[in-house]
């Protein structure tokens, strides 16, 4: 059994050509689970071969806009690309369930019109949701594949949550927008492959825009990813979500080097600064 990591989307809510908003795919045995939906999620999508209708469930870590901007897409075109009565089963934070719900309302007259035009749709699109609980290490799937959700700490923003998906004794962490905290700590203890948003404190704290400064207050440093990768003895450390964006020349000033260094000083293990659509492996 192969579980793999595809990142679908590595940007911020900055927005980059090279760069679609969060959004990754984890795959196990050809069952592919989605985890959040930023802008042009689908479009990259596109490029992985692997279309909504092959989504098991989609799992949002929080309703911040940059990660949720593309849920329309993916329930639009599973629904209309797909065979009736195929629900796409989501799982968030609580609030999950409204801001689906108010979706769906948005979507109402354009679900309208499908059904009056298309005899064989019948009703608007399926969209069940399971909101998590709160609870430290809470199993919201366990069928072959396991996958745990815990509260992570990324307030104002709240609730929040990170996910880890086991299968075959690999796994993989996804923690999302968050500082270090205990939960995400517990979550990633011996984990293959840690994805963590990350921001460059010491950049930011010299540009004078107090708004960009206010992001260092809910996000990890590179640092504090690191240290987290190092606390919790995982084996690849992913820098994702990279605010302000890698600079072109990876040798350059804010290049993607610099980034990894700064990693290195409290990680020994693997670094990685993906693009978007790079595959990884996990546990291989
Ligand atoms: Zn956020
Ligand atoms: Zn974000």
Redesign the pocket.
């Known amino acids: 059994m192969a579980l793999e990591l595809v990142m679908v989307g590595t940007g911020?809510?900055l927005p980059d050509a090279s760069r679609a908003g969060?959004s990754q795919l984890v795959g196990v045995d050809g069952r592919w689970f989605l985890f959040d939906a930023g802008r042009g999620c689908l479009m990259r999508l596109a490029a992985t071969g692997v279309g909504p209708a092959q989504i098991e469930s989609l799992f949002l870590t929080h309703l911040?806009s940059?990660?949720v901007t593309d849920v329309n897409d993916v329930i639009t075109t599973r629904w209309i690309t797909g065979f009736p009565g195929s629900p796409l089963p989501v799982v968030g934070p609580a609030g999950t369930q409204r801001f689906v719900e108010d979706t769906l309302r948005m979507l109402e007259p354009d679900i309208g019109w499908r059904v009056a035009h298309h005899d064989d749709l019948v009703t608007g699109p399926e969209v069940p949701v399971t909101e998590t609980t709160g609870v430290e290490g809470e199993v919201v799937l366990d069928d072959g594949v396991r996958i745990i959700a815990t509260p992570t700490d990324h307030r104002p923003v709240h609730p929040t949550v990170a996910y880890r998906v086991e299968a075959d004794g690999c796994s993989v962490v996804l923690a999302?927008?968050t500082v270090p905290c205990g939960g995400l700590d517990l979550l990633c203890a011996g984990a293959d492959v840690y994805v963590q948003?990350v921001v460059r404190d010491d950049v930011i704290r010299n540009i004078p825009l107090q708004r960009l400064r206010d992001v260092l207050d809910y996000h990890s440093s590179v640092a504090d990813a690191a240290r987290t990768a190092t606390r919790a003895g995982v084996g690849t450390l992913v820098l994702n979500?990279c605010v302000p964006t890698p600079g072109p020349d990876p040798d350059g000033p804010n290049g993607r080097n610099e980034w990894l260094a700064m990693a290195a000083e409290h990680f020994d293990g693997e670094i990685l600064l993906p693009d978007d659509l790079d595959r990884i492996g996990v546990g291989t």
């Open positions: 911020s809510p969060p911040h940059d990660h999302g927008d948003t979500h």
